[in-house]
Every structure is written in structure tokens, then in C-alpha cells.
Antibody, heavy 124, light 110 residues
Framework: QLQLQESGPGLVKPSETLSLTCTVS??????????WGWIRQPPGKGLEWIGS???????YYNPSLKSRVIISVDTSKNQFSLKVNSVTAADTAVYYC????????????????WGQGTLVTVSS | QTVVTQEPSFSVSPGGTVTLTCGFS?????????PSWYQQTPGLAPRTLIY???TRSSGVPDRFSGSILGNKAALTITGAQADDESDYYC??????????FGGGTKLTVL
């Protein structure tokens, strides 16, 4: 069974870059059966889909975040990563990584397996 | 801009049945939107309940079922239990690889 684990700094200064990594176990980030994604949740608020990536490096991004977000994959380390540039307090959230399974080449959900989440606070 | 809508809150009696819905602010939800449902208790990561409209995720009891009702996706919980008290989120496929979450429904069992 897939297991995902987020890692990265819990505190980022305004205007700097937020960087997180998700390590995949129980499966391979080079699998053709999954996209890999990021979702966030500001304190006390709902879930927001950030984006996803395939092992081929094909990416999809939330249009509202696209200008500031980069998702990458490192199949040699079985990891994928998230960078959010020019952060503000509004980027303070719990960030989750997820797997997005594909069936016959079609994405069937935004998230199947979830990481436990990591809180990132943007503050000086 | 189209948004995904959910009831902000709902209540159900223990043992009762409740149906939560997930729609578009404009337009209809279909199976081509691959509706998924997630359950989240405070402080924990969401748990996947339903994907692709009506497929239960591994280990999810058959008290939880998904469907399309009219122009919305629906999550029905039968025989509600105290530990079903949670936040429930839906997500819909918008096309071009993009997904959008609803604002969530806070379910109270009382």
C-alpha cells in the first residue's frame, strides 16, 4: 500500500519560497499508474487542490496558483516536490501530498492516498 | 467563475440516513466529473471514502455510498454512527487536469 510522507521547513518568511518534498514508499514515483499531487488547507478552512505531476514531468496546476507554483519529480529518490514562490501569510496552511490513480489513462480522483500533512507557517 | 458547492452543515440522528450533495454554482455534475468524497476529523489528514462517483475506497464500510442525484453528486451515509461526525469534502474534475474542492460540510450526529 502506498505511503506518503511530507518533509520541509515549518516556517517560511514572507516573500521567500516554500519548499516541500514528499517521499513515496510502497510504490514507485515512476509508476505509470499514478499522478502525484499537492493539496493544502489553511487553518480552520477547506481543502485547496494545488497541482499534480506525472513521472514524465507532465504537470497540471490550479489556475489561481499557477504563476507561483512549481511541482517536480525525482524518480531516482522516489520523491516529488512543491515550491511556492513569493509567499504571504495567505499561504500558511497544512500541506498534504497525495497519489492520483489512473485507470486506462484517465485520472479518477484528486487524491487516493494521503500524507499525514505538514504545517507551514509564513511569518517573519 | 464556477465554484463547487456543498451544504455548510448538516445533522443526522444516530442510526439515521443522511445525503450530502456536491454541485456546481452553474451547471450539472456528471460522472465525467469523477466526484470523490473525503472524510476529515480535526487534526487528521482526510480519508478517501468514494471516488469516481460511487467506488468505495479500500476498507470503507458499505454504509457510505456515492451517486449522482439530479444535477449533483451525492454521498449517502446510512445507519449513522457517532464517529461519522466529521467534515466531508467533495472534489470534482474540471477538465484539463484540474480539480476543484467544495467548501466542505460539517456533519453533526446527535
Amino acid at each position: 500500500q502506498l505511503q506518503l510522507q511530507e518533509s520541509g521547513p515549518g516556517l517560511v518568511k514572507p516573500s521567500e519560497t516554500l519548499s516541500l518534498t514528499c517521499t513515496v514508499s510502497g510504490g514507485s514515483s515512476s509508476s505509470s499508474s499514478y499522478y502525484w499531487g499537492w493539496i493544502r488547507q489553511p487553518p480552520g478552512k477547506g481543502l485547496e487542490w494545488i497541482g499534480s505531476i506525472y513521472y514524465t514531468r507532465s504537470t497540471y496546476y490550479n489556475p489561481s496558483l499557477k504563476s507561483r507554483v512549481i511541482i517536480s519529480v525525482d524518480t531516482s529518490k522516489n520523491q516529488f516536490s512543491l515550491k511556492v514562490n513569493s509567499v504571504t501569510a495567505a499561504d500558511t496552511a497544512v500541506y498534504y501530498c497525495s497519489s492520483l490513480p489512473m485507470v486506462r489513462g484517465v485520472l479518477i480522483t484528486a487524491a487516493d492516498s494521503w500524507g499525514q500533512g505538514t504545517l507551514v507557517t509564513v511569518s517573519s | 467563475q464556477t465554484v463547487v458547492t456543498q451544504e455548510p452543515s448538516f445533522s443526522v440522528s444516530p442510526g439515521g440516513t443522511v445525503t450530502l450533495t456536491c454541485g456546481f454554482s452553474s451547471g450539472s455534475v456528471s460522472t465525467n466529473n469523477y466526484p470523490s468524497w473525503y472524510q476529515q476529523t480535526p487534526g487528521l489528514a482526510p480519508r478517501t471514502l468514494i471516488y469516481s462517483t460511487n467506488t468505495r475506497s479500500s476498507g470503507v464500510p458499505d454504509r457510505f455510498s456515492g451517486s449522482i442525484l439530479g444535477n449533483k453528486a451525492a454521498l449517502t451515509i446510512t445507519g449513522a454512527q457517532a464517529d461519522d461526525e466529521s467534515d466531508y469534502y467533495c472534489v470534482l474534475y474540471m477538465g484539463s487536469g484540474i480539480w476543484m474542492f467544495g467548501g466542505g460540510t460539517k456533519l453533526t450526529v446527535l
